[in-house]
C-alpha cells in the first residue's frame, strides 16, 4: 500500500516507471503522484485510464519554488493524511549536442534543474516523507558523473550534466547520512543508458527495461543501498564492459 511521486512523467524513464508502478496490485502501490509541466501526453493519458484512479498528475516545473510549494499542498491533499512513502528525483537536463569542458557555458541552469531543484522539492516534501512508511528517496544518478571513472566515459555529450550528477551523488549521500537515524533511505541509481529523448536510440536498453531495473533497486536491503550510488541489474548485460555493464554492483563516486 506505499505511494510513490515520480517527477517527469511526461516522456523517457519518468513516464516508464509510472506504467511499471501502475502494473503492481494496489495492496503492493496505492497511489502514484506522476508529475508534468505541461498537458499530460497520449502516453501518459492512456496509463491514467487503465490505472482505476491510482495515477494522479500534479504539474510542476521544478525550478519554480512557487510551483514546488504549490505541489507540496497538493500531494498533501491527494495523500488524505498518509505519508509520502517513495519520492523518485528524475527530472534532469543534458545537452545532446558534445562539448567540451573548455566550451561549457551552461554550469548554473544545469545545476538549477538537476541538483537545486532537487533539493528545493525534496526540502518541501520531507514533512510527508517523515509520515510515510519507507521513507525512501531514490535520485536518478548516473555513472558519467562519477569522478573516479571520468575518463572512461568521456564520450558522454555533457560535461555541466556530468559535474551536476557528480553533485548530486554527493547530495544523496550528506542526506543518507543526515537521516539514516529517521529511518531513512537515500539511493542514487544510475539507470543505464537508455533509449530515451537523452539517451538517444543506440543507447543499450529501451526505457521498459531500464525502468524496472531503477525500481528492482527499491527491492534490495536497505543497508545495501542507503547512501550509496547503485548500478542498475539487467539479466544478459551482467558481464559486459565498462559503459554496459548493468549488474546491480556498487559504482564508485
Ligand atoms: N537516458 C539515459 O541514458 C540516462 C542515463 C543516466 C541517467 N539518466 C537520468 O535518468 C533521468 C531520466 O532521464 P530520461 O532519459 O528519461 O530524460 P528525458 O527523456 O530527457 O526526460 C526528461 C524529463 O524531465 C522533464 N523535465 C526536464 N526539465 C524539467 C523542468 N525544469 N521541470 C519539470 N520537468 C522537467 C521532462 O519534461 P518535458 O517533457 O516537459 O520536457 C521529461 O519528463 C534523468 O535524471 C537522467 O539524467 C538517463
Ligand atoms: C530553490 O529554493 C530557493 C529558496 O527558496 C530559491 O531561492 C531558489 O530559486 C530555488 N531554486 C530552484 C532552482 O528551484
Ligand atoms: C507553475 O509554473 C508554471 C510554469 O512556469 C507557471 O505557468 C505557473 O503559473 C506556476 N504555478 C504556480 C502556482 O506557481
Ligand atoms: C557472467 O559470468 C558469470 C561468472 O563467470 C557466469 O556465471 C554467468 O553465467 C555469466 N552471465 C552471462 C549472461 O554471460
Redo the contacts with the bound molecule.
Keep these: 500500500m506505499s505511494s510513490y511521486l515520480v517527477t517527469g512523467a511526461s516522456r523517457g524513464l519518468g513516464l516508464e516507471m509510472v506504467r511499471v508502478l501502475a502494473s503492481k496490485p494496489a495492496s503492493e502501490v496505492s497511489i502514484i503522484i506522476a508529475t508534468i509541466?505541461s498537458a499530460a501526453p497520449a502516453a501518459l493519458q492512456e496509463i491514467i485510464s487503465q490505472a482505476q484512479g491510482r495515477v494522479v498528475t500534479v504539474?510542476l516545473?521544478v525550478t519554480?519554488p512557487?510551483?514546488v510549494t504549490?505541489v507540496a499542498g497538493e500531494v498533501k491533499e491527494i495523500l488524505g493524511g498518509r505519508g509520502l512513502d517513495v519520492l523518485i528525483n528524475n527530472v534532469a537536463v543534458s545537452n545532446t549536442t558534445p562539448t567540451s569542458v573548455t566550451a561549457t557555458t551552461t554550469l548554473l541552469s544545469t545545476f538549477d534543474v538537476n541538483v537545486v531543484a532537487v533539493q528545493n522539492l525534496t526540502l518541501a516534501l520531507l514533512p510527508l516523507l517523515r509520515e510515510g512508511t519507507l521513507k525512501t528517496v531514490l535520485n536518478m544518478g548516473s555513472i558519467v558523473g562519477s569522478i573516479t571513472y571520468a575518463k572512461r566515459f568521456m564520450v558522454a555529450p555533457d560535461p555541466a550534466y556530468r559535474v551536476s550528477k557528480a553533485a548530486l551523488h554527493c547530495l544523496t549521500r550528506l542526506y543518507a547520512l543526515e537521516l539514516e537515524a529517521e529511518g531513512f533511505t537515500f539511493v542514487a541509481v544510475s539507470p543505464g543508458w537508455v533509449q530515451t529523448d537523452q539517451g538517444g536510440p543506440y543507447a543499450d536498453l529501451d526505457s521498459p527495461t531500464a525502468a524496472k531495473a531503477t525500481l528492482d533497486v527499491l527491492s534490495r536491503n536497505r543497508e545495501d543501498i542507503n547512501g550509496k550510488l547503485v548500478n542498475i541489474k539487467v539479466e544478459g548485460w551482467e558481464n559486459a564492459t565498462g559503459l554496459h555493464k548493468y549488474d546491480g554492483g556498487d559504482l564508485d563516486w
Design positions: 509541466r504539474q516545473e519554480d512557487a510551483n504549490k
